[in-house]
């Protein structure tokens, strides 16, 4: 994985310079979004992976599934990927893009794995907490997962915070085991 997020990034970071320079990137990351999951259809996969479909044919069928979701730039993008045999990074040039786009407008995509759903009122507490502690906007997104019995995980960049009940239950265990 992180092989693959390292071929990527040159990529995601040219697309962000011209995107950038143009004025696009909410473009960019739009049309990015839509040819990385249509890489991700794995009748496409298929298709990218089998030696006897040339590069100009991934093109064409990239180019003609995404249609107007593609401009001409984009597409002129698509066909440097296939031709440097790239296109099975779409997915994480699509992510680092994204990354990047965050960085710049200070924003921070924050996940919160909880045991319950959160209230709005504990949802916005949280947000704020975590934009002063940042010092950057942040973006919210949750899930649930049960077995956490109950408290938080709060995922950001290569950062975890565990408050979850079954978090502390593991290092107490970890702690006695010693």
């Given at each position: 994985m992180a092989e693959l997020i390292s071929i990527?990034?040159?990529?995601?970071?040219?697309?962000?310079?011209?995107?950038?320079?143009?004025?696009?990137?909410?473009?960019?990351?739009?049309?990015?979004?839509?040819?990385?999951?249509?890489?991700?259809?794995?009748?496409?996969?298929?298709?990218?992976?089998?030696?006897?479909?040339?590069?100009?044919?991934?093109?064409?069928?990239?180019?003609?599934?995404?249609?107007?979701?593609?401009?001409?730039?984009?597409?002129?993008?698509?066909?440097?990927?296939?031709?440097?045999?790239?296109?099975?990074?779409l997915a994480e040039i699509a992510d680092l893009f994204d990354r990047l786009k965050q960085e710049a407008e200070a924003v921070v995509s924050v996940e919160v794995t909880t045991a319950r759903p959160i209230e709005s009122v504990q949802m916005t507490l949280l947000q704020n907490a975590l934009e002063k502690n940042l010092n950057k906007s942040v973006s919210l997104s949750t899930q649930l997962d049960e077995s956490l019995v109950g408290g938080a995980v709060i995922r950001y960049g290569d950062q975890v915070i565990d408050g979850s009940i079954r978090g502390r239950l593991a290092q107490l265990a970890t702690a006695l085991a010693q």
């Open positions: 990527a990034r040159p990529y995601a970071k040219a697309a962000f310079q011209f995107a950038s320079g143009q004025g696009q990137v909410d473009t960019w990351s739009r049309m990015l979004g839509s040819a990385a999951e249509l890489a991700q259809n794995p009748d496409v996969q298929n298709c990218i992976n089998d030696p006897r479909i040339g590069q100009e044919q991934l093109v064409e069928l990239v180019v003609d599934i995404c249609g107007e979701s593609l401009d001409q730039n984009g597409r002129n993008f698509v066909a440097i990927l296939a031709e440097n045999h790239r296109l099975p990074l």
